[in-house]
């Protein structure tokens, strides 16, 4: 296995992302700095199987699929709501039976870049990297499928091999890097089969979950892997291209492969209880995956199809954490300060453009909140306030503290 990289979560527009030049850098914080459960100092991954050199952010997250077929998953609307459902296990089912059931629901994700062609001079569509989706809804008019956000990201053209064999193209409706999801619609024809959405939160430590996925390419697609919820409600910390994040998830030791992002997590009623994303990956260390939990995936997914993207305040600005910054350069702008979120980037327009916060201002608190890291700001703006609140903002600027007031607007533009 070629090294993998360290993982830094995508990104979305809720504050802008710090603007890097040069080669993009892969997804979560360097060496992992916080899994809460005290796993310090390994290395995250994701889990897409890449195809080319090119492409070297290998993914590795759990993947766990093997739901029931929902019988009433069939809706009229694209609006109709996707909800959670009670668990109700048949003990005359065995795992062999729920994945008989499942796995024709499950898919092969192949993302398709541009690449130049340097003999014809033409730009052409090759194969990037491969993950796994769920399709998770069926309409008259439409079938949609979950998956990560970093399985289908950069792509081009999305490529959908079905369990039969068959292979469509995938309309991309949109996607949230903060929580690494993504939602694609194909024709509604594909869906044999569809998978409901299990109660997450009922979940404990020692329950039993499947994995069906496509490890290290469509060519092992759908293989089945088992194992436990090794814990609930841990956290990490992320590093993404929206920026820093406490991601929630769920623990399994079921058995991760590059290929198995987007896949689902399966609770022993056969129903889809987390999306994974993620693992530890570092010698000597084995059985330690992530997936985002069922109820974390609902809220995201139904706007998404709603909406196409997540409404969350914007406040409008790129952060960098004072802990980031070099201290020769604190020197000269902030010496007294010792953490905060400071400012890199500014948009005009935005609320905090308006309210005269500029570059090199350091963020230190949020209605009387502290303020350490860019994250806790983050964190505090898409967790405690809504679009349309005002805030108060302690800022250190031009050698000295001022309050700053402004009223949140949304990530989402409209005309």
Known sequence: MSDLDKFEMPTNEDLLPKKKKGKAKPIVKSALSTVAAGVVGSMLTLAIFPQTAAFQKMYEPVNNQAATISETSTADSDSAVVA??????????????????????????????????????????????????????????????????????????????????????????G??????????????????????????????????????????????????????????????????????????????????????????????????????SLKISESGVEGLGFAIPSNDVVPIVNEIIKSGQISRPYLGVSLASVEEIPPYYLQDTAKDVQSGAMVTYVDPNSAAGKAGIKAQDIIVAINDNEVKTSNDLRKYLYTKVKVGEDVSLKVYSDNGYKTVKLKLSSNIKTN
């Not at 309409?139 to 949609?144: E, K, M, R, S, V």
């Not at 079905?162 to 995938?170: D, I, W």
């Not at 892997?225 to 399994?252: F, P």
């Open 84 to 173: 959670t459902k009670a668990s109700v296990k048949n003990t005359d089912s065995s795992v062999s039976d729920i994945v008989e059931r499942t796995a024709t629901a499950i898919v092969g994700i192949v993302n398709m870049q541009q690449n130049n062609n340097r003999f014809s001079g033409s730009m052409d569509a090759v194969e990037a990297g491969s993950g796994s989706g769920v399709i998770f809804k069926k309409t008259n008019a439409a079938a949609y499928v979950v998956t990560n956000n970093h399985v289908i990201e950069g792509a081009s053209k999305i490529e959908i091999s079905l369990h039969n064999g068959e292979k469509t193209t995938a309309e991309l409706i």
């Open 175 to 276: 996607t949230d890097a903060l929580t690494d999801l993504a939602v694609l619609k194909i024709d509604p024809k594909y869906a044999d089969n569809v998978l409901e959405f299990g109660d997450s939160s009922t979940l404990r430590a020692g329950d039993q979950v499947l994995a069906i996925g496509n490890p290290l390419g469509l060519e092992f697609s759908r293989t089945v892997t088992q194992g436990i919820v090794s814990a609930v409600d841990r956290e990490i910390s992320v590093s993404t291209s929206a920026g820093d994040w406490d991601l929630n998830v769920i623990q399994t030791d079921a058995a991760i492969n590059p290929g198995n992002s987007g896949g689902a997590l399966i609770n022993m009623s056969g129903q889809v209880i987390g999306i994974n």
